[in-house]
Each structure stands twice: as C-alpha cells, then as structure tokens.
C-alpha cells in the first residue's frame, strides 16, 4: 500500500465525497478530582477515524461516532457515543492551516464497571481544532454529560492523529 500523499483528496468514497483515513491518539481528562481519584489522572486511546482534507470553508455538518475506556489499576468506566452538530470551517480545507469550530449533541452509552447495567445519556462536546498541511489534524474538546449513578464523566481531550490513506 502506497501512503496517502497530502494532495489527495481521499481514497474512501460516502456518498459522493472523499475521505481519508486518519490514525493518531487521545488524552483524556476527567474534570472533577472525585473522577480522577477514582478513574486516573489520565487516559490515552488509540484515534481512528475518517476526514475530509477538502472541505469548503464555511458552516457544515460535523458527525462524532467514539469510545473510550477510562481506566486507573482496578474500577473503569466504557463510554460510547454518537452524535452530530454543525462545524465551521475558517478556511478552505486546502489551506496549509484549516482552523474550525464544532458544537454536537450526543448520546452517550455508559456502564462504570465490568457486569454493570449500561445507561443512555444525552450529552454535548465542543471542539477547536485545524488540520495542517492536510495530512495533521490537531484538536481538543470538552465533553459534558449528566452524572451517572453519581459519577461525573464529562472531561477534557486532546487528539493528534495523521493522513494515513
């Protein structure tokens, strides 16, 4: 396999648009202590996802589809969620540097230990981010969601990942 060069417009077709694969990672961190105590300071997953290098600047769509663990030495907690909300896009996606901003709506599908019952919540995340040189994307984000038998999960993250076809 050929890597992705940055003038490509992506190798995976949806829907009549084009979009590459990026690979990278995440920090993630609990914003209450009480989480943190429980869960870890901090938890790192691996990022795949798709993205879209050519997008016009201006308003848009931006979808969210995730999971994650957050996981010190013994309790843990598994999330899953999906969403959608708009994006603005400062600059054209061409740009060597394609700032953006994007507010979602959620639903997160949480349980806060192995053989616990899953909970559905609604939830929210805003996210500041750019690619560069389009083959870059850098971002982080806020997610909040209501607390879960007791439990506060909304937090902080940050994503690194690269065109990687």
């Known amino acids: 396999m050929v890597p992705a060069g940055a003038d490509e417009d992506g190798r995976i077709g949806i829907f009549g648009h084009h979009y ?10 609990p914003r209450e202590a009480a989480t943190r105590s429980i869960y870890g300071e901090r938890t790192f997953a691996p990022v795949v996802a798709l993205w879209s290098f050519n997008t016009a600047s201006g308003l848009g769509l931006a979808w969210d589809f995730g999971a994650q663990r957050i996981r010190q030495d013994g309790p843990r907690a598994d999330l899953a969620r999906a969403g959608v909300g708009p994006r603005f896009l400062f600059a054209d996606g061409r740009a060597d540097v394609a700032p953006y901003v994007t507010v979602r ?20 995340n805003i996210e500041l981010g750019a690619s560069v040189l389009r083959h870059l994307v850098i971002s982080g984000r806020y997610d909040a969601l209501p607390r879960i038998d007791g439990v506060q999960l909304s937090g902080f993250s940050a994503r690194l990942a690269v065109k990687v076809l």
């Not at 590459?20 to 961190?29: H, Q, T, Y």
């Open 20 to 29: 590459s694969l990026i690979a990278g990672a995440s920090m993630f961190v």
């Open 105 to 124: 709506g959620d639903v997160f599908v949480a349980r806060l230990d192995r053989g616990a019952a899953w909970r559905t919540k609604p939830g929210a």
